[in-house]
């Protein structure tokens, strides 16, 4: 620490900020300071667009008005049918916003914001984790994109490790262990389930760990009064579409959400894999431009976003079309091939990074 910063304590704390961010994000900050030099007009699209809180009741009113067309069928198939192809893309769209908000692009206020939170909770039920991903999203993966240690979005390196080991001793029995994973991610619920005994097969199976317990991820949290809130707030959403529109409803929210959240929600997953490499620290995060960008508010523009945090998704586009020389790292493969190439290769890792690689000796006991 140097004298100036020794005599300037907030100089100090912004420039250890600074060093604490990884070499992805320097990156991002790196093409902000060319795109700003070569179009400085761009500041003009800084700012929240309260607007986009009207979108809210929208989605929730077409969410439950589907719930209630399944409710007057009263068929267990047609129930999964539009949970899988309308649910989970309600759901994934109403993610979009969580996004949002999450930047405080909606609302900068507390209050405000509060509400536009407790709105999608209404249409999500998540029962209080749109908050742990706000948290985790902002203070974990936008900060320390590509740091295994420290990004949440990459797979834990021993869990995926055990994975391979298993595959690379019986890659038939991979094959029907991945069959066996997809077949309960396609029921409700079935996530919770496979993601519970998944883990506990790969360490009998192999005798490797499946959890990297040294890595501990920093991101902030919510509180506690912050949690019981949106949980009381997913209870009454349970209640009110079971009671008031009735069970095959429930069924639907709650085999979209399953679905929206597990292996079998194509689209969100796709959208994952589509986003990062991993380790790629001079192109390290691509857009995906088309169509599906009007029903997800423009998530697909992810490097507009991550260059240009604080500009709303209605301007991302802006962003494109002002500055190709900076925004030309276009994802060319749909999320759907994205998901079945993922699926097709018994999971492969979300993320590649330096850490997957390490010596087999490294990798602890069991
Ligand atoms: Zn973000």
New binding site residues.
Partial sequence: MNETTFGNPRLGAQRMKRAARSVQSEQHAKMRGQALARHPELILLFGNNPWTALAIPVLLVIHWGVAALVQNQANLLLTFVAAFFLGQLLIHAAGGLV?ET??RMIFRAQWPKRLCDLGLEMVLGSFSKQLTYQHE??SS??RHQGDYQRDYEHEDRFALAARHAYKNQHPFRQRLVTLVILALHCLPFGFVVSDCLAPRFYRAATGLPVKDTDRLIPSSHPTTHERLMFIAVSLLTNVLLFWFIGIWAWLYHNWALSLFLGKMGVMNLGQSLSEHDGDNETVPTRSTYGPINWFLFNTGYHLE??VF?NVPWNQLPVLTRVAPEVFCHANKINYVRHWWAHVAADFSASRKNSWQNKPSETVKPG
Avoid: G, P, Q, V
């Fill in positions: 996004h999450a930047h999203h902002l993966h936008h976003h991550h945090i």
